[in-house]
């Protein structure tokens, strides 16, 4: 889980912020002659490749500043390593080419003054003014966040959300919702989780969406599954730079609905209607019961039916047999 610019969030300590020849020879033939020059155009080609390759991976990832105690060295490096892959999904679901600054992640741990003051199930938020990412370790294996790459893209994606709504407010399900989906694949998971949201009395709007992430942990993590069903739900109807167009939109100055309309051609409240009653059918029940989970199911249930109904006639008989000796005596 993560704060958003859009929650206060307490300060960091300033101490933290604080400590963190040509070659002209080398591609000239041995050989003067005509003939021998074309056996060096592989290697420049091959040169200029990797260069254009090199400048491409830096373009989609992000420049990371690591800032943490002795004892998350590891921790730090394995951070750098992640930081150095490529954040293409990322940067489209924002609208953004590429990093222009570097980001600052802070690793907290446990014990410290700011992990007793955030909930247990908090893995890391985002200030996107700052360009900072806070992240505590120790927490990750929580949803949404199972690792280290999903905790850090997640955390990298509010910052991106914050650069491309120009410092606006953007709403929990949205910035949220982004961060989830950039972060990770829709898994097995995910698909339970957001069964599990949308059947039953769970949120129905995306208003109910923001208040459930400022509920109780178990409140949290339906919003998350809510939020990110959301986002992949209008990225399917009405393409996948929809996140990046309604950002647009915010930061033009734009509220919350007229944006969403330019982005997509209807109202917000359409799509939500369309979602949290039409997609809890054909999304959640319909490809359940026809998976092969379903049928193992089934077969399982059958089986400890059948299993309990021969215990119970095994229970009658014994009983019988107990009652004609107690005659017999």
Known sequence: MCFLPLTPSPPLAPSLFDSVS??????????????????????????????????????????????????????????????????????????RIGFSEPITVVLMPEGSPLAEEMPRWVAGYARGDRRTVVMFPARVPSYPDRNLRTLLRHEVAHVLVWEAAGGRAVPLWLNEGIATVAAREWGLEDRARYAAAVIGSGPRSTRQVDRAFRGNAGDVRRAYALSAGFVRFLQTE?????????????????????????????????????????????????????????????????????????RARNRAMYEMWDEEERWEE
Not at 26 to 40: D, E, K, N
Not at 48 to 60: G, N
Not at 69 to 88: G, M, R, Y
């Open 22 to 95: 040509r070659g002209r020879g080398i591609l000239h033939p041995v050989s003067s002659s005509r003939r021998g020059s074309f056996r060096f155009r592989p290697l420049l080609i091959g040169l200029l490749l990797a260069l254009i390759s090199a400048v491409a991976v830096a373009a989609t990832s992000p420049e990371i500043r690591v800032v943490g105690p002795p004892e998350l060295e590891k921790i730090a490096i394995q951070v750098k390593h992640l930081a150095q892959e490529d954040f293409t999904e990322v940067l489209n679901l924002t609208g």
């Open 238 to 310: 009405y393409g996948v730079l929809m996140p990046a167009r309604i950002l647009d939109g915010l930061a033009e100055g734009l509220d919350l609905e007229r944006a969403f309309l330019e982005a997509s051609g209807v109202e917000l409240r359409r799509a939500e209607r369309r979602f949290f009653k039409d997609q809890a059918l054909w999304n959640t029940w319909v490809p359940f019961l026809t998976s092969s989970a379903a049928l193992w199911m089934a077969v399982t249930a059958l089986a400890l039916l059948a299993i309990a109904r021969r």
